[in-house]
């Protein structure tokens, strides 16, 4: 609770020691209001294992199924093998999800950076996922100005 102040949470990032404020949407105000009553914390805390474990469950319920390669490397050999997309699916898929719809929703590349304290483009893009279907849109959009 100490971070949370003026609709904003305040952290240090760990990989620089920068200092980041995150500010609170809507929707994640009403979470925090649900929860008020918590003495020490803004929502309930729970170790990231088993966390992880409620998101494969959450997703499997969804029936986020699509198939995903995963590669394994012993040594010098590869292992390839195919399971459903919820059992790789863990909380930092939130950062790419936040980063996506972020942009997707219209906020600038920069603003979306200086939130979640990535400094280098080459990194923040590894996390920005663009559908076709989402490019598509766009250029039609933009060529119907003409």
């Not at 494969?56 to 459903?84: D, L, M, Q, T």
Request: charged share 30%; net charge positive; aromatic share 8%.
């Amino acid at each position: 609770k100490e971070h949370y102040k003026d609709n904003y949470i305040s952290i240090v990032e760990q990989k620089n020691n920068k200092s980041l404020k995150v500010p609170i949407v809507p929707q994640a105000q009403k979470i925090i209001d649900r929860y008020a009553n918590l003495p020490n914390a803004l929502i309930p805390v729970i170790s990231i294992q088993k966390l992880n474990e409620y998101i494969k469950k959450a997703c499997e319920e969804a029936k986020i199924n699509s198939p995903v390669v995963i590669n394994r490397y012993y040594g010098n050999r590869k292992e390839e093998s195919v399971v459903p997309k919820h059992k790789v699916i863990t909380i930092h898929a939130a950062r790419k999800t936040f980063i996506t719809i972020s942009f997707i929703f219209g906020m600038d590349p920069k603003t979306v950076k200086s939130i979640t304290g990535h400094t280098k483009d080459s990194s923040f893009d590894k996390y920005l996922k663009i559908s076709d279907k989402f490019r598509q849109e766009k250029m039609l959009e933009a060529w119907a100005k003409l």
